[in-house]
């Protein structure tokens, strides 16, 4: 059983009252300028309070699974940038599998791999925008980019999703297609109030 975790590292960009990226893709070489973030994400779809905690259930490639995403009180500066650090953990079939500080660990527990694992700056490697404060239909977008390693995006197709959870139930719910480039087989589909895997949002534990 191939067991990995990840650190993820976050900063938003001020809109207004809401945390806010760009809405165009990154460019090769370009990144806002750090006075531009701030300290603290609270993009309505996907607000990162410290000490809060996500959990959602589903399968993933048939197996049973569970995502325990912890939001840190730990912070990481990138190129002059103060960004929200993020646990996020992958259970299959009980067991911690997956989670972008990337290690992939042997049944004994030792790192076998960190493939997966960049940051902006590094050897080529952009930002990305993994949720906009205002999304649009049609809105597309790299979540990451590092060629050949990582080079996730996402399409925004509905806001007005049907979604019912124990946590929460819409009916204005926004909806995502995800697809990389390294996997044209691989289609990703996700729900967010305020394919080949399907995650449910089973609980939020506020601090």
């Keep these: 059983m191939r067991k990995t975790l990840s ?7 001020v809109a207004g009252a809401a945390s806010q990226v760009s809405t165009a893709a990154p ?8 006075g531009d973030f701030v300290s603290r994400v609270d993009n309505p779809w996907f607000p990162l309070r410290p000490g809060t905690v996500y959990v959602y259930r589903g399968a993933d490639h048939g197996q049973r699974s569970r995502d325990v995403l ?8 990138i ?10 953990r992958v259970y299959l079939r009980g067991r911690l599998d997956l989670g972008e500080d990337t290690a992939t660990l042997d049944a004994g527990g030792k790192i076998k ?7 902006t700056g590094v050897d080529g490697a952009r930002a990305g925008i993994f949720m906009p404060a205002h999304p649009r239909i049609g809105q597309t ?6 060629k050949g390693h990582a080079e996730d995006q996402f399409k925004i197709l509905s806001l007005t999703a049907h979604v019912r959870t124990p946590a929460a139930s819409s009916r ?6 995800e697809t990389t480039a390294l996997e044209p087989g691989v289609l990703d589909h996700k729900v967010y109030v305020g394919g080949h895997e399907r995650l449910a949002l089973e609980s939020v534990r506020k601090p």
């Design 172 to 177: 204005h719910a926004l909806l995502t297609q």
């Design 27 to 34: 460019r090769k070489g370009a990144l806002p300028a750090p």
């Design 79 to 88: 190129q002059g940038i103060r960004a929200t650090v993020i646990d996020d």
């Design 70 to 77: 912890t939001v840190t009180h730990a912070t990481k500066v």
């Design 141 to 146: 977008a790299l979540q990451e980019y590092y």
């Design 113 to 119: 791999s960190t493939e997966g694992t960049w940051q």
């Design 7 to 13: 650190i993820l590292v976050v900063a938003g960009l």
